[in-house]
């Protein structure tokens, strides 16, 4: 066989006609590094295929620091900054910086306790600040309190903070990994958009409303940002063959060699560098939202620990139903106890009680009035929360509050990062296959077979040919297949009828995904490209230890 003269450049062979052929010549090329250190900045990472970096898990981050540290700036608000805020974030703003010394009970059942505890000569403050076993400038609810339930009730329950991406296994048949409760992903796309997403991925989810409606000013990583990951391969690509028109393209030869590709036992085997020291949110808003109803407080023990009150129904993202969760959590660390007032004659004017399970009971003597019925602490705080939500005259359902927050701190720590993202790395196979073939990025074509050389240690070595798999198929912009696999026949055959197969997955040099067969000059094969055609493919003399010459002719 004679070697073929090159296509002028731009020239795209025609396809094979039925029993025409043509011969070609495949040379087998290694440039071998080890430890090789790529370097990507935020801008090499942004050019990758999005799909890529945005499977690539480092972390579960934990939002409750954050949602802390949110709501503590919010109370932290200079008189300014709160007058700036809408009428339903000024509300809601009150609400969560509620103490006994600032609560306004007017419109509510425990309004009575104000007359009550003029007439035995106390501050009204400090009999409700008694019922609740706190200080008259302690809020009502924690800050610690507020952000474990805003976690867990508006945040967790949105679609994209309850399950990520994964490799598909066993026990992810679907490659859906659950999220700790409370956490939200971050992955690598995170890092290249500097969290500009949040605003879209925690936006409206049917039925969720959303959490955040807006992020911005977000600072994690610095201009100097470089992530490094150290590689071991040949990264040259494997030559191969289009049996349709017997044009000749590459298959990246990094994907098959991934087992040996990272060195996990090295602790530099990945780095990350230019990450903030102090990573925060400029700009945070995060929506709340009403029912569009008045929510009434209960009035039934039962269920026990519970009571009767609507708000219990809501969905959990709800105003009403935050709120009344809120209280119940607090409720829970006040001892049972009662507070007996008297008149300045020693007559018992009014006695508040609060037992165990959080029932509470105002009862008053000597005609001074009537006590509001008995609830549980929580519907008393639920029914004053929705009076003082709609301060400045907002109807039921107007009160849906924006809480704009600056300088947030997201709460990741550096250190931990680099730490967690390694050993989720190591344990994702396929998210790290795709970053280096990425970043090899040297697949032309849709060669149907390729050329490899096994050359072992003090071995003279053998040629093969290697059919394609579905993962040596050239990507596109997106990092998805640029077309489907499909072979009816994959592998190389003794027979045109394709029954006689030669081929085998076979370990070669540690490959057991390749259907492969080893080749000699005057060895005959037959294979099939994607649509079906049958070509016999003649293995020529060798012109050198790493050349093949192959004749294809169509038959089918």
């Known amino acids: 066989m004679e070697v073929p003269e090159p296509p002028s450049s731009g020239d795209e062979p025609a396809a094979l006609a039925v029993d025409e052929s043509r011969v070609i010549e495949l040379r087998y090329s290694r440039f071998d590094v080890e430890g090789f250190e790529q370097r990507l900045s935020l801008d090499d990472l942004a050019a990758l295929p999005r799909p890529v970096v945005d499977q690539i898990w480092l972390l579960d981050l934990d939002l409750f620091p954050l949602t802390q540290a949110a709501l503590e700036k919010l109370a932290a608000l200079s008189p300014e900054q709160a007058d700036s805020l809408s009428v339903p974030a000024q509300n809601l703003r009150r609400l969560m910086t509620m103490t006994p010394d600032n609560a306004d009970l007017d419109g509510t059942s425990l309004g009575p306790l104000i007359a009550l505890s003029a007439a035995v000569g106390i501050p009204p403050a400090r009999a409700l600040a008694n019922l609740l076993g706190i200080g008259v400038t302690d809020p009502l609810a924690p800050s610690d309190v507020a952000a474990q339930v805003f976690v867990e009730q508006l945040v967790a329950t949105h679609p994209n903070a309850q399950s990520r991406p994964g490799p598909v296994d066993a026990d992810h048949p679907d490659g859906v990994y659950p999220v700790e409760l409370g956490h939200i992903p971050v992955t690598l796309g995170d890092v290249v958009d500097q969290f500009s997403g949040l605003a879209a991925r925690f936006g409206p989810a049917d039925p969720h409303p959303g959490v955040v409606t807006n992020a911005d000013d977000i600072t994690f990583a610095t201009d100097d940002f470089m992530m490094s990951v150290k590689v071991t391969a040949n990264v040259l690509p494997h030559r191969g063959v ?10 990246n030869s990094v994907p098959a060699q991934f087992d040996g590709l990272f060195d996990f036992a090295d602790p530099d085997w990945m780095g990350i560098t230019g990450l903030a020291s102090d990573p925060a949110i400029g700009a945070l808003t995060i929506r709340v939202t009403e029912d569009p109803t008045f929510i009434p407080g209960g009035t039934s023990p039962d269920p026990q620990g519970q009571g009767d009150s609507p708000a219990w129904s809501l969905p959990p993202w709800t105003f009403e139903s935050i709120i009344v969760e809120e209280a119940r959590r607090t409720t829970a660390q006040i001892p049972a106890h009662c507070d007996t007032y008297e ?21 008053t003597f000597a005609n001074l009035g009537m006590p509001p019925v008995p609830a549980y602490l929580w519907d008393y705080v639920l029914e004053i929360a929705q009076v003082r939500l709609h301060d400045g005259g907002l109807a039921e359902g107007e009160a849906t509050a924006d809480l704009a927050l600056y300088d947030v701190p997201l709460g990741i720590d550096a250190q931990m990062l680099v730490a967690q993202a390694k050993q989720n790395l190591e344990a ?4 790290l296959r795709e970053l280096a073939r990425a970043l090899t990025d040297t697949a032309s074509g849709d060669p149907d077979f390729f050329y490899v050389r096994d050359e072992p240690l003090m071995d003279e070595g053998a040629d093969w ?13 997106q990092g998805a297949p640029a077309k489907s696999y499909g072979y009816a026949s994959p592998g190389f055959f003794a027979d045109l009828g394709l029954t006689d197969k030669r081929s085998s997955t076979q370990d070669v040099g540690g490959d057991v995904s390749h259907e492969k067969v080893q080749i000699a000059p005057g060895d005959i094969l037959y294979a099939a490209d994607d649509e079906g055609r049958v070509f016999k493919i003649e293995v020529g003399n060798k012109r050198s230890r790493r050349r093949i010459l192959l004749r294809v002719t169509r038959r089918i």
């Not at 008149?343 to 009862?363: K, M, P, Q, R, Y």
């Not at 994702?428 to 998210?431: F, Q």
């Open 242 to 251: 289009d049996l349709t028109n017997t044009s000749e393209g590459a298959v």
């Open 343 to 363: 008149l300045g004659t020693g007559t018992t004017a009014f006695e508040a009680c609060i037992d165990d399970s959080g029932w509470t009971t105002l009862t």
């Open 428 to 431: 994702a196979p396929d998210a």
């Open 465 to 477: 040919l290697y059919f394609v798999t579905e993962d040596d198929l050239r990507r596109d912009d």
